[in-house]
């Protein structure tokens, strides 16, 4: 099969154990070299792995083993150790390794060998790209998943969740594969036994790394490596994770990636941008929570072809586990070295030039995303100010965070005039700094007249209700009850379509429908606005009561003024639930200043037909169930 490789003993055998596991401890990828080392012996997870799939091969039944998890768990390591002792079973299976991220199966091919009499073993790592390979094979060779197949895949959690719905599929593929073959994908990863612990720093202290320890040395290190892997979160891997806390004190880890940090800023790429910098930018990413940058923009950002992306990027700084990558994103090999990085970044321990390189992510995000399309991962990046700014760093820090991740979300506006979702990311970033007022007059009324005309913006389809409600948002918290009410009605209106109405956005603006009627019923006590408030917290939870947050916000507007909590049973349906917001309009009307009479003129008459629709939709499912 093109992309795939045939392992034998013999092939195994050749492969030479390498002069030491130091590097792998340190954080780099296991290679076939790794596992070939007999210091490096399999955890308990392995050891059951492969009892099953033997168990499987005897009865000549099929399999999948998934791991998955997030980088850093030991996924890898335990896929090789697992298919390379497959190799060498008796009777021999056929193993086919995947050596391209890319190769699909061929099942011809897989259907011939399975003909044969052998059992079949598929090794893949990346295995989210053999998603819909796996999807045509249940589909056209249903004959292959009754005889002795096994699939040994591996996949990072958030590339998995990721590819699986960019195929479009409504669940996760797991869900209906297990229906047709045993498909096991709870390995057992996370913290780690005492007895992986104690293999683990066995093998550690054979690689020489640990010095002269004796072996009360070795216990106490084995023990506070299994404590660690306790400790770390739910992005990181717990393997890598423990190792590096048990390697590292926080101060050391810094000092140690400071180091590799200077050595980068020596490394000019094509671009004229450093390793160091496209590092710092890739660290950014993560600590931001992304899942990675697509490698066409990072090779775009180092100046190089993708054909020398691996060669010039990626091997040079996966050699010091600095990032890794998977798929068609590179990412950060661990969130406790992301981190520690962007710590250095905003820190006064180093000159590389963070944000200038931000500033050219941003301008390769866009070179791409018009020569190609913009893909999966590109919205991220241009979203990654607000990101940036929520990622955690010291109080002493923060102002300058705050004023880099502004900086880079006003140049996307720039860059991107006719985007909604730029203009939604520089308006939150400002009001998470209590500055909505000026979100208001530097974002919203510039392209208030604007708003209403769909052509205007590229992304209207999917972000016309997200704009008007952060466009009320800001407005109500820089205290213009009034007009904010006004938006969120138009957030629920025909005016926002196509984009459909969906039980979390309907939240939302019910929240926001009931919060500033309060608000301006406050102001001057009205019938209208008082029902739009009662009505508002009985909608929800008549029809939207899995927003346990929302109700909670709309139960206390109503307490705050002594009105009685309705029941969903006072809910009396989408009529005479849109004719109260139509209603609550024509009293907000009246009180609204220079912008809400800007909002009416662009808006001057709103449709519900949408709203109506949806709203009996959720009330008949709700009463079916």
């Known amino acids: 099969m093109a992309g795939w490789v045939e392992l034998t003993t013999d092939s195994l055998r050749a492969v030479q154990p390498p002069p030491s ?71 021999a299976p056929v193993v086919w390794w995947r050596q391209s991220p890319k190769a699909e199966l061929d099942w011809a091919v897989v259907e011939g060998e399975l003909a044969n009499g052998r059992a079949v073993v598929i090794g893949a790592d990346d295995a989210e790209t053999l998603i819909g390979s796996i999807q045509t094979g249940l589909a056209d060779f249903p004959v292959v998943w009754h005889r002795p197949l096994q699939l040994l895949l591996a996949a990072r959690e958030a590339d998995w969740t990721r590819t699986w719905k960019t195929h479009r599929l409504k669940v996760d593929p797991t869900t209906t594969w297990r229906r047709r073959v045993f498909l096991q994908d709870q390995h057992g990863f996370g913290a780690l036994t005492p007895e992986d612990a104690a293999g683990i720093v066995k093998a550690w202290h054979a690689s020489g790394d640990l010095g002269e320890v004796g072996p009360d ?35 050391g880890l810094q000092s140690h990636l400071a180091s590799l940090l200077a050595d980068l800023a020596e490394d000019t790429l094509p671009s004229t941008l450093t390793l160091a910098e496209v590092l710092a930018v890739i660290s950014a990413s993560d ?72 500033a ?91 708003l209403a005309t769909p052509s205007e913006w590229h992304d209207w389809p999917t972000r016309a209700r997200g704009a008007m409600r952060e466009f009320a948002t800001a407005v109500g918290e820089a205290g213009d009850a009034a007009t904010a ?32 009627s309060g608000l301006v019923y406050d102001a001057k006590p009205n019938d209208q606005l008082k029902a739009m408030m009662v009505s508002a917290h009985a909608c929800l939870a008549a029809v939207l009561s899995s927003r346990a947050r929302e109700l909670g916000y709309t139960r206390r507007y109503l307490t705050k003024r002594g009105l009685a909590v309705p029941q969903a049973s006072a809910y009396r349906g989408p009529e005479p639930l849109v004719q109260l917001i139509q209603d609550a309009v024509v009293a907000s009307e009246a009180r609204v200043g220079e912008l809400g009479r800007r909002l009416l003129a ?24």
Not at 501 to 511: H, K
Not at 604 to 615: G, K, N, S
Request: charged share 20%.
């Open 360 to 450: 050219q992510l941003l301008e390769s995000t866009v070179r791409q995303g018009a020569a190609h399309g913009y893909r999966e991962g590109y919205g991220l990046l241009l979203n990654l100010g607000p990101r940036l700014r929520r990622a955690p760093v010291s109080a002493d820090t923060q102002p300058q965070l705050d004023g880099i991740a502004e900086r880079y979300a006003r140049r996307c506006v720039e860059h991107q005039p006719h985007m909604l979702s730029n203009a939604v990311g520089l308006s939150a970033l400002m009001r998470e700094t209590n500055r909505a007022q000026k979100a208001v007059n530097e974002v919203w009324e510039p392209i208030l007249d604007r």
């Open 217 to 251: 040395e070795l216990t106490s290190l084995a023990t506070a490596l299994a404590e660690a892997s306790t400790t770390i979160g739910r992005r990181g891997g717990a393997l890598l994770g423990a190792l590096l806390k048990t390697r590292f004190t926080p101060e």
């Open 602 to 625: 662009a808006f001057p008459a709103v449709a519900f037909t949408m709203l109506t629709a949806e709203l009996a939709h959720l009330g008949a499912r709700r009463g079916s169930a």
């Open 485 to 516: 009410l006004l938006a969120f009605a138009i957030s629920l209106s025909d005016a926002c379509a196509p984009e459909r109405l969906t039980p979390r956005n309907l939240a939302i603006s019910f929240n926001g429908l009931a919060l500033d």
């Open 21 to 91: 596991l130091t590097p792998y401890f340190n954080g780099a990828d296991p290679d076939w070299s790794t596992v070939a080392s007999s210091a490096l012996q399999p955890r308990a997870l392995v050891d059951k792995l492969l009892a099953r799939t033997r168990a499987r091969v005897s009865s000549g039944t099929c399999g999948i083993e998934l791991l998955r998890g997030p980088t850093g768990e030991g996924k890898s390591t335990a896929l090789l150790q697992a298919v390379s002792a497959l190799v060498s079973e008796t009777p």
């Open 287 to 358: 600590v931001a929570e992304l899942d990675g940058i697509p490698r066409e923009i990072v090779a775009d950002l180092a100046g190089v072809d993708q054909a020398d992306l691996h060669r010039q990027v990626e091997m040079r700084l996966g050699r010091e586990a600095l990032v890794g990558a998977s798929g068609d994103l590179l990412h950060g090999r661990h969130p406790l070295v992301s981190q520690t990085i962007f710590n250095l970044l905003l820190s006064s321990d180093t000159d590389i030039a963070f944000e200038p390189a931000l």
